[in-house]
Structure formats: structure tokens, C-alpha cells
């Protein structure tokens, strides 16, 4: 008797720190970016609000800017993160003519019809001492829904594993669509947070709200 008095205990016992512990666990995050595709389990695929960035090794800003605008937020990111910029440079730089969405011979509207013709060689794709980045913040404005394709040719050439990845963009009405997750699915790797839209007339009160929100 005295055996089972102390089996029925016993199971008691453990029932109830079993319920306890449960009661503790926290629910889902939903700013959590989504979980990693199956091909690569290292990949984060952005998605709901921005995350929050961690670690301490030194901050990168990668732009690509056709008229000035991405420039601009770039320069904001680096001054308020003390990060060093990159700028991204077409070998075959694109003209105030090339960039005429409204002229169907204009190079863009050529390149945008023509996806195999997207291939934009970059003077330089890579980046000197890139392992001692953690924090990779990559411009671009949008053309047509998506980020400008020069950028592509940066990302195709990095591996971004081990670094948080945050995408931003410019433009002058379009959002930020599918951007950011279509360029994470391009890298393979990284942890990648939910990008961030800016206006043309992006402001430095407006960038560093947004820093702010990520834990900078």
C-alpha cells in the first residue's frame, strides 16, 4: 500500500509541473521572420514586421541608386549605424535615357522585356574584409514591383551566411511588393528581415524611426 501511495505521488508530482511548464511557454512571435525554405535551412524569408538585429560585429550599407533617392537613405542608415557604404556601380552606367520608363526603346523598358538581358556586370561585386559584417543593409529602388536588377549581380556573388540582411528601398509611389523576399531567395543565405519602403523624399527623422524599430 504504502508502494502505491507513493507511485500515485509521485505521478502527481509530475503532472503537475508538466501543466506548469506549459503554462509558461510563450506563444509564436508573428515579427519572427518566416520560417527557412526547405532547400536551405539558413535562409529566413522576410515576412511580417521587421525584426530586430543582434550581434556586434560592423554594419554594411550596399546601394544601388539611378537618380539620387537611395543614395540619400543609404547615407542616413550609414550616419545613425556608423556603417561603411558601397555603392553599386554598372560597368555600362546607366543615362538619364536609359532610365525613361516612358520610352519603349529606352534601355530599362529593353532590359524589364527582357529578362536574360538583366544581367547587369557591377565595376565591383564584392567587398573587402566582408566576413567582418554582421549587419548588411542592401538600397535599391523599384522597378516594375521588384529591385532594381544591378542589385542582383551583388547578391549572386556574396554568401551571406551568418549575417542579418536588411533590404530598403526608394520610389515614388510603388511599394515594397516582393522585394526583399525574392532577393533572399536569390542569396540562399543570411538571416533576412522584412524590408522597409521609403518615399523619394526620404527624411533622416523617418530613417531613424525605422532603426529604432530594429534595436539600432
Not at 507513493?6 to 509541473?17: D, E, R, T, V
Not at 538619364?96 to 532590359?111: A, F, I, P
Not at 523624399?201 to 532603426?211: G, I, M, N
Request: charged residues 20%.
Amino acid at each position: 500500500m504504502k508502494a502505491k501511495k507513493l507511485i500515485s505521488l509521485f505521478l502527481g508530482s509530475a503532472l503537475a509541473f508538466s501543466l506548469a511548464a506549459c503554462g509558461n511557454t510563450e506563444a509564436p512571435n508573428p515579427s519572427a521572420p518566416a520560417s527557412a525554405t526547405p532547400e536551405n535551412t539558413q535562409t529566413s524569408e522576410p515576412g511580417g514586421e521587421a525584426g530586430q538585429i543582434s550581434g556586434s560585429g560592423k554594419t554594411l550599407v550596399v546601394y544601388y541608386s539611378a537618380t539620387g533617392n537611395t543614395e540619400e537613405a543609404a547615407n542616413y542608415i550609414a550616419e545613425a549605424t556608423g556603417g561603411d557604404l558601397f555603392e553599386l556601380e554598372p560597368a555600362d552606367p546607366y543615362t538619364d535615357e536609359d532610365l525613361n520608363y516612358s520610352d519603349d526603346d529606352s534601355r530599362v523598358v529593353y532590359e524589364h522585356d527582357h529578362p536574360d538581358d538583366r544581367e547587369v556586370e557591377l565595376v565591383a561585386d564584392t567587398v573587402e574584409n566582408w566576413a567582418e559584417y554582421d549587419t548588411v543593409f542592401i538600397g535599391y529602388p523599384i522597378w516594375w514591383g521588384i529591385a532594381a536588377w544591378p542589385v542582383d549581380s551583388f547578391i549572386e556573388a556574396n554568401d551571406f551566411t551568418g549575417k542579418t540582411v536588411v533590404p530598403f528601398c526608394t520610389s515614388a509611389s510603388s511599394g515594397l511588393g516582393e522585394s526583399d523576399r525574392l532577393l533572399a531567395e536569390m542569396a540562399g543565405t543570411g538571416n533576412w528581415l522584412e524590408g522597409r519602403r521609403f518615399s523619394s523624399s526620404v527624411s533622416a527623422e523617418d530613417v531613424q524611426t525605422w532603426l529604432e524599430s530594429l534595436g539600432l
